[in-house]
């Protein structure tokens, strides 16, 4: 694989999981009974936690992490 297509799929593999992050916030949150604003809020706070390793491991396709 070249340089150029690894890095094009670590780019992808962190937004496919920012996309799953966000929408598995925003669906927990809505299902709480938050608002729109509260479960947008969940949803960005979703994706800051996610961990570089489990990034990485994902784009490598060794997801071992939690998910």
């Known amino acids: 694989m070249t340089d150029h297509n690894e890095r094009l799929a670590l780019a992808e593999a962190v937004r496919d999981a920012c996309i799953k992050a966000a929408l598995d ?12 604003e509260g479960a947008l809020e969940v949803a960005i706070s979703a994706m800051r936690r996610l961990r570089s390793e489990e990034l990485l491991d994902a784009a490598s396709g060794q997801d071992d992490g939690p998910g």
């Open 25 to 36: 916030g925003y669906e927990d949150a809505s299902i709480s009974g938050l608002c729109g």
